[in-house]
């Protein structure tokens, strides 16, 4: 499938289990972001990527861990997954000139 | 730093009403600025964008103008539909090396027929 997608849609743990939500995408985009969506926050920046091997931390990255060793390819782990971690998690791609692309989002529930 | 502030809502309004959205930054340089819309249960999908001051962008009967003056892109539609009804983001990108983007904390709009 052309574009960017995100796996499991929908994921259902138990806090301190280690979690992996998937992003690819398809573009051969240089830049890609994973980000939380929280009521009455907004979308906030957990990490963000230049090209492979290139990563660094955004606004909220305690907790998390990502890789990047394709292009196409931008991992997210919760290492020890918390309550506090329930969200919607959506990883983005942009290009030069920078205009980002959505994913459909991973709902993650930590019990 | 960079940061986006835009109104709270909710903002409801009646079928053909006109919309304002506001939407303030702060941002060093010159940044490219965005409205995203996100449908319910979807991800968000890019409405508009302008890149320097004084653009106007605009798409589906949405508007906004880049003001540099007022660090303004306030989101305006002459004639709302219930279709409209989503959450709106405003956002800027820094174009730093890493091209990130910096959201408002959005605004949902429920349109009434």
């Known amino acids: 499938d052309a574009g960017i997608t995100q796996s499991p849609r929908y994921k259902i743990t138990e806090t301190g289990r280690q979690v992996t939500l998937m992003c690819h995408q398809t573009?051969?985009?240089?830049?890609m972001f994973w980000y939380r969506q929280d009521l009455g926050h907004g979308l906030r920046l957990i990490y963000y990527?230049?090209?492979?091997?290139?990563?660094d931390k955004g606004e909220v990255p305690d907790g998390y861990v990502v890789s990047r060793s394709k292009t196409e390819n931008f991992p997210l782990t919760l290492e020890s997954a918390t309550r506090s971690q329930t969200s919607v998690y959506f990883c983005a791609s942009s290009a030069d000139p920078p205009f980002a692309f959505f994913g459909p989002g991973t709902r993650l529930t930590v019990l | 730093g960079n940061s986006v502030t835009q109104m709270e809502g909710p903002v409801t309004l009646s079928e053909e009403a006109f919309l304002t959205i506001n939407c303030t930054y702060t941002a060093t340089g010159y940044p490219s600025l965005f409205w995203y819309v996100q449908y319910p249960g979807e991800g968000l999908q890019l409405l508009l964008k302008a890149t320097k001051a004084d653009d106007k962008g605009s798409n589906k009967g949405f508007e906004a103008t880049y003001r540099k003056e007022t660090t303004s892109f306030h989101l305006e539609k002459g004639s709302v539909q219930v279709s409209d009804s989503a959450v709106y983001f405003c956002?800027?990108?820094?174009?730093?090396?890493?091209?990130?983007?910096?959201f408002g904390s959005g605004t949902k709009l429920n349109v009434k027929p």
């Open positions: 990527s230049a090209a492979a091997d290139i990563t």
């Open positions: 573009w051969s985009h240089s830049y």
């Open positions: 956002a800027l990108s820094d174009h730093s090396g890493f091209n990130k983007f910096y």
